[in-house]
């Protein structure tokens, strides 16, 4: 009830999602200058942080380092730290008096990708791979930039604790590039044992948009994913003697066109939905008809229903597209259930209020509203096992000069996420994600004047 009720108060500051009237929210504009002075003194110290962080990256389920080094940054600010949540997953909590409990969560694994940035600070981290060779690990999804405006976010509220009242939830979590770290800090319990959050809130870096600017998606944000194996049995033989055999490869590919009718002929057309075969693999030479092949499928919708819709669609089109083939025996179709991500829907009152603090803060030519997208991020699992508001958004990271260039005709395209290439510009990415953050906490606790 006390979560509904702090909802109710949101909501009444911004009762109206027209673009044309848009909500008031509870923007401490009395802070401002606080905020700016604080970034101004904490930002050399942040981008040190990252460039450790950036040189030292750690890759899923592998982050004890990370975690240490916020664990001891927060310890530092006052809060009450709970590690080895989930894996190397913590936990800061400040308890400022009565009021919203306000959780923001920020991710800390990174990627086993050679990173070709050129940075004098670039990751020259190795790993051993299980057949002997190495790879290597890069930051290429900008989790270095999330922990830094984590830290930096949870060191500013500690800073005017004197000025809000509520509790601070700073949640660092492990596994998130395999879909895995949400899953498992909740299943660790720390929920029944710290303050349940009545917001959740995450940002994201984007390699789209200029370092100094935010973007937000209102509603469906990112998308379920889901990853299925498909295992097709045939009837091995010589490729000179097909009508000996029942050929695996040849329903397979039946299978893959069938698939497509998913989503063009079960699928509501105003659902979005994609069902993409990433692998295919069967037979040893040019002249044997194998006895197998194995599909690998990433399969990918908002809404549970759909998602309902695209697994049990897969599951009958194999099966009969086999029988139908004269297979041998009924294929397997396996949903890898432990690695799936849930979609992230954000509430579309928060995510109201949350522009206009954004705009507030940064000024209004400096944030946008975005497409929603289909890549995943298992964020969205907190405020959905929570049953409470939840938002993530979006973090321009591309500096201003390469970001003009990038418009010109002809220009090569920017360097996407998870790419070698990847490069946030560290200032003034750094110094909006924490000063948004931070204005969009403060605008949820209570106000003390």
């Given at each position: 009830?006390?979560?509904?009720?702090?909802?109710?108060?949101?909501?009444?500051?911004?009762?109206?999602?027209?673009?044309?009237?848009?909500?008031?929210?509870?923007?401490?504009?009395?802070?401002?200058?606080?905020?700016?002075?604080?970034?101004?003194?904490?930002?050399?110290?942040?981008?040190?942080?990252?460039?450790?962080?950036?040189?030292?990256?750690?890759?899923?389920?592998?982050?004890?380092?990370?975690?240490?080094?916020?664990?001891?940054?927060?310890?530092?600010?006052?809060?009450?730290?709970?590690?080895?949540?989930?894996?190397?997953?913590?936990?800061?909590?400040?308890?400022?008096?009565?009021?919203?409990?306000?959780?923001?969560?920020?991710?800390?694994?990174?990627?086993?990708?050679?990173?070709?940035?050129?940075?004098p600070y670039a990751s020259e981290v190795r790993v051993p791979r299980?057949?002997?060779?190495?790879?290597?690990?890069?930051?290429?999804?900008?989790?270095?930039?999330?922990?830094?405006?984590?830290?930096?976010?949870?060191?500013?509220?500690?800073?005017?604790?004197?000025?809000?009242?509520?509790?601070?939830l700073i949640l660092a979590q492990p596994a998130e590039e395999i879909?895995?770290?949400?899953?498992?800090?909740?299943?660790?319990?720390?929920?029944?044992?710290?303050?349940?959050?009545?917001?959740?809130?995450?940002?994201?870096?984007?390699?789209?948009?200029?370092?100094?600017?935010?973007?937000?998606?209102?509603?469906?944000?990112?998308?379920?994913?889901?990853?299925?194996?498909?295992?097709?049995?045939?009837?091995?033989?010589?490729?000179?003697?097909?009508?000996?055999?029942?050929?695996?490869?040849?329903?397979?590919?039946?299978?893959?066109?069938?698939?497509?009718?998913?989503?063009?002929?079960?699928?509501?057309?105003?659902?979005?939905?994609?069902?993409?075969?990433?692998?295919?693999?069967?037979?040893?030479?040019?002249?044997?008809?194998?006895?197998?092949?194995?599909?690998?499928?990433?399969?990918?919708?908002?809404?549970?229903?759909?998602?309902?819709?695209?697994?049990?669609?897969?599951?009958?089109?194999?099966?009969?597209?086999?029988?139908?083939?004269?297979?041998?025996?009924?294929?397997?179709?396996?949903?890898?259930?432990?690695?799936?991500?849930?979609?992230?829907?954000?509430?579309?009152?928060?995510?109201?209020?949350?522009?206009?603090?954004?705009?507030?803060?940064?000024?209004?030519?400096?944030?946008?509203?975005?497409?929603?997208?289909?890549?995943?991020?298992?964020?969205?699992?907190?405020?959905?096992?929570?049953?409470?508001?939840?938002?993530?958004?979006?973090?321009?990271?591309?500096?201003?000069?390469?970001?003009?260039?990038?418009?010109?005709?002809?220009?090569?395209?920017?360097?996407?996420?998870?790419?070698?290439?990847?490069?946030?510009?560290?200032?003034?990415?750094?110094?909006?994600?924490?000063?948004?953050?931070?204005?969009?906490?403060?605008?949820?606790?209570?106000?003390?004047?």
């Amino acid at each position: 009830m006390r979560a509904i009720a702090i909802f109710a108060i949101l909501s009444a500051v911004a009762p109206c999602l027209s673009a044309d009237d848009p909500p008031r929210a509870m923007y401490r504009a009395d802070m401002a200058d606080e905020i700016d002075a604080m970034i101004a003194r904490g930002i050399s110290g942040w981008i040190d942080y990252y460039k450790d962080l950036h040189a030292h990256p750690e890759l899923s389920e592998h982050e004890r380092e990370s975690a240490r080094k916020i664990a001891d940054h927060l310890t530092r600010a006052g809060y009450s730290v709970t590690s080895g949540i989930g894996g190397h997953g913590l936990v800061g909590v400040l308890v400022n008096g009565k009021g919203p409990t306000v959780l923001i969560r920020g991710d800390m694994d990174a990627l086993p990708v050679m990173e070709e940035t050129g940075l004098p600070y670039a990751s020259e981290v190795r790993v051993p791979r299980p057949d002997g060779s190495t790879v290597g690990v890069m930051h290429a999804c900008g989790h270095d930039i999330h922990q830094t405006c984590l830290v930096g976010t949870a060191q500013l509220l500690a800073a005017m604790r004197d000025r809000w009242r509520g509790t601070a939830l700073i949640l660092a979590q492990p596994a998130e590039e395999i879909g895995k770290g949400a899953r498992l800090m909740i299943e660790s319990g720390i929920f029944d044992r710290i303050n349940r959050p009545d917001f959740c809130l995450a940002l994201h870096v984007s390699a789209g948009d200029p370092a100094g600017t935010v973007a937000y998606t209102p509603g469906w944000a990112l998308a379920n994913v889901d990853s299925v194996d498909i295992r097709i049995f045939g009837r091995g033989g010589h490729g000179s003697r097909p009508h000996e055999t029942v050929d695996p490869v040849v329903a397979a590919a039946q299978i893959i066109v069938s698939l497509q009718t998913i989503v063009s002929r079960r699928v509501d057309p105003l659902e979005s939905a994609v069902i993409t075969v990433g692998s295919i693999h069967a037979g040893s030479k040019h002249n044997i008809i194998s006895d197998e092949a194995v599909l690998q499928l990433t399969v990918r919708s908002y809404s549970d229903e759909t998602r309902r819709v695209l697994l049990d669609g897969i599951r009958d089109v194999t099966l009969h597209t086999c029988r139908a083939m004269g297979c041998e025996k009924d294929p397997i179709v396996y949903v890898r259930e432990d690695e799936f991500t849930p979609s992230t829907y954000n509430d579309l009152e928060l995510a109201a209020a949350a522009a206009e603090v954004f705009r507030q803060a940064i000024g209004a030519e400096r944030v946008r509203v975005r497409a929603p997208v289909m890549g995943g991020e298992d964020f969205g699992r907190y405020p959905r096992h929570l049953g409470v508001p939840g938002l993530i958004f979006w973090l321009g990271s591309v500096s201003s000069a390469t970001y003009e260039a990038s418009l010109e005709p002809g220009a090569d395209p920017l360097p996407s996420l998870h790419s070698n290439k990847f490069a946030p510009d560290p200032k003034p990415t750094i110094e909006t994600g924490v000063k948004c953050m931070t204005s969009l906490a403060l605008a949820l606790f209570d106000t003390v004047e």
